[in-house]
């Protein structure tokens, strides 16, 4: 069974900073794509930053320039790294992993979810 817990998350000022992580167990951490998506209030979860297993990554445009992801195969954790935030980054922010269990079976997994308020 695969475990994503994010951590890092809560209240901020616009134009601040915030660390996100997200450690995971049970999943071949080395060889999953991992990333991150947020959903904020009365609207759909999205895509903000992946990362795949060889390092390449992928930003909304909306974050481009101002967020960074980042993962770390020796403590199977994914980092996102988020300056200059705004009041519309206010959401809760999920971590999910694509990737083969220690089972062999393929899934793609979330976390419980942490949220991020910027206030204005």
């Known amino acids: 069974q695969v475990h994503l817990v994010e951590s890092g998350g809560g209240l901020v000022q616009a134009g601040g900073s915030l660390r996100l992580s997200c450690t995971s167990s049970?999943?071949?951490?080395?060889?999953?794509?991992m990333g991150w998506y947020h959903q904020a209030p009365g609207k759909q979860r999205e895509l903000v930053a992946s990362i795949t297993s060889g390092g390449a990554t992928n930003y909304a445009d909306s974050v481009k320039g101002r967020f960074a992801i980042a993962r770390d195969n020796a403590k199977s954790a994914v980092y996102l790294q988020m300056n200059s935030v705004k009041p519309e980054d206010t959401a809760v922010y999920y971590c999910?992993?694509?990737?083969?269990?220690?089972?062999?079976?393929?899934?793609?997994?979330w976390g419980q979810g942490t949220q991020v308020t910027v206030s204005s």
């Open positions: 049970g999943i071949m951490f080395s060889i999953a794509d």
């Open positions: 999910y992993a694509d990737g083969r269990t220690l089972g062999g079976e393929d899934v793609r997994s």
